[in-house]
């Protein structure tokens, strides 16, 4: 049996740069994975079958991204193998959803990964970041698997190395469509274009947060009381929102004033959990 994390993601910033002729956006951003997230287990099966067992996320097993993830992996690895044992799948949720930790994104990208080592590697990992694009724009980082500047729609990666410092996120008691956030007018697309030296430096932000915290106020009134004892930003397209704190005491301590709302605190991941925990396979 292999068991494998499926880590969120944190957006230290996120800036839009342009718009691409099919819609979608191009972006600059600084991606950093969580010590906390989904998990997800392979157990071979003898036939060619794929299982998904999910008591937690309320997604139809053929909408779920693992599914979708996996019949995808395959139609592409039977072109290299002839035989590839089926699995059976169990995915635990912790993560929340719409809430831009990338939970989905990162679910598919386990699965994709996993069972391309289940197979004995028959695609290269930048095989699985490009199939990953097709499912979605976050799920190339999570097959990448280290913390980096991201540009293009988030698929084009300079690795880094950053501090690891501990997050309170909390999730405020809204769910956010990032397809409706991306359309909106207010959103500002023309960021000045930064580099890898200069980000660290340069006055960055999520654009999302100002659209977000218009859109619902409680989002507003949450980072308000967060930054009163920290720096906080939005992730992704929200709904979460990450203060940052030196140590976890720091950021247990301040979680108990945010008792009411779904939260965690979480360590700031330089090489994903998810790559960690394979190379130990
Ligand atoms: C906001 C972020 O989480 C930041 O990391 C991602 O950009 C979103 O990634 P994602 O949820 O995997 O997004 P996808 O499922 O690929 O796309 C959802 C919708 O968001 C819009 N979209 C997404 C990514 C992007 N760079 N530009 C876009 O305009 C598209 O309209 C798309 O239909
Ligand atoms: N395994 C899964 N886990 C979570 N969502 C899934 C999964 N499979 C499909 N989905 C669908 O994908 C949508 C986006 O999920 P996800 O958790 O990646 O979004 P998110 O937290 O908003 O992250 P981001 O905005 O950063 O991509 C959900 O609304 C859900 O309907």
Same mark, same amino acid.
């Given at each position: 049996?292999?068991?494998?994390?499926?880590?969120?993601?944190?957006?230290?910033?996120?800036?839009?740069?342009?718009?691409?002729?099919? /819609?979608?956006? *191009?972006?600059?951003?600084?991606? $950093?994975?969580?010590?906390?997230?989904?998990?997800?287990?392979? #157990?071979?099966?003898?036939?060619?079958?794929?299982?998904?067992?999910?008591?937690?996320?309320?997604?139809?097993?053929?909408?779920?991204?693992?599914?979708?993830?996996? #019949?995808?992996?395959?139609?592409? %690895?039977?072109?290299?193998?002839? =035989?590839?044992?089926?699995?059976?799948?169990?995915?635990? #949720?912790?993560?929340?959803?719409?809430?831009?930790?990338?939970?989905?994104?990162?679910?598919?990208?386990?699965?994709?990964?996993?069972?391309?080592?289940?197979?004995?590697?028959?695609?290269?990992?930048?095989?699985?970041?490009?199939?990953?694009?097709?499912?979605?724009?976050?799920?190339?980082?999570?097959? =990448?698997? =280290?913390? %980096?500047?991201?540009?293009?729609? /988030?698929?084009?990666?300079?690795?880094? +190395?950053?501090?690891?410092?501990?997050?309170?996120?909390?999730?405020?008691?809204?769910?956010?469509?990032? %397809?409706?956030?991306?359309? =909106?007018?207010?959103?500002?697309?023309?960021?000045?274009?930064?580099? +890898?030296?200069?980000? $660290?430096?340069?006055? +960055?932000?999520?654009?999302?947060?100002?659209?977000?915290?218009?859109?619902?106020?409680?989002?507003?009134?949450?980072?308000?009381?967060?930054?009163?004892?920290?720096?906080?930003?939005?992730? /992704?397209?929200?709904?979460?929102?990450?203060?940052?704190?030196?140590?976890?005491?720091? %950021?247990?301590?301040?979680?108990?004033?945010?008792?009411?709302? $779904?939260?965690?605190?979480?360590?700031?991941? *330089?090489?994903?959990?998810?790559?960690?925990?394979? +190379? $130990?396979?």
């Amino acid at each position: 049996m292999l068991e494998l994390p499926a880590p969120a993601k944190l957006n230290l910033f996120l800036h839009i740069v342009g718009r691409r002729d099919d /819609g979608y956006h *191009n972006l600059q951003t600084v991606f $950093q994975f969580l010590d906390y997230g989904d998990q997800l287990s392979f #157990k071979p099966r003898d036939d060619e079958q794929l299982i998904l067992v999910d008591k937690d996320s309320g997604i139809a097993n053929a909408d779920n991204l693992v599914m979708k993830a996996a #019949k995808l992996l395959y139609q592409q %690895a039977k072109k290299r193998c002839a =035989h590839l044992p089926g699995a059976d799948i169990t995915l635990t #949720k912790r993560l929340p959803q719409g809430a831009g930790l990338g939970g989905g994104s990162s679910d598919a990208a386990t699965a994709l990964v996993g069972l391309n080592y289940l197979w004995n590697q028959p695609l290269t990992q930048s095989e699985l970041e490009h199939l990953g694009l097709q499912l979605g724009a976050d799920v190339p980082i999570f097959v =990448h698997g =280290h913390s %980096a500047f991201a540009e293009g729609v /988030g698929e084009r990666f300079t690795d880094i +190395t950053i501090d690891t410092p501990y997050y309170l996120v909390v999730k405020p008691k809204v769910s956010i469509s990032t %397809a409706a956030l991306f359309r =909106h007018p207010a959103l500002q697309r023309d960021c000045p274009l930064l580099n +890898t030296d200069s980000w $660290q430096q340069a006055d +960055t932000c999520n654009v999302f947060e100002p659209v977000v915290c218009d859109l619902y106020p409680e989002v507003a009134k949450l980072r308000d009381r967060l930054l009163q004892y920290a720096p906080t930003r939005l992730t /992704g397209s929200g709904a979460c929102l990450f203060a940052r704190f030196d140590s976890l005491d720091a %950021a247990a301590q301040v979680q108990r004033q945010f008792s009411e709302l $779904q939260s965690f605190v979480a360590q700031g991941q *330089n090489r994903s959990p998810l790559i960690r925990t394979l +190379t $130990q396979y």
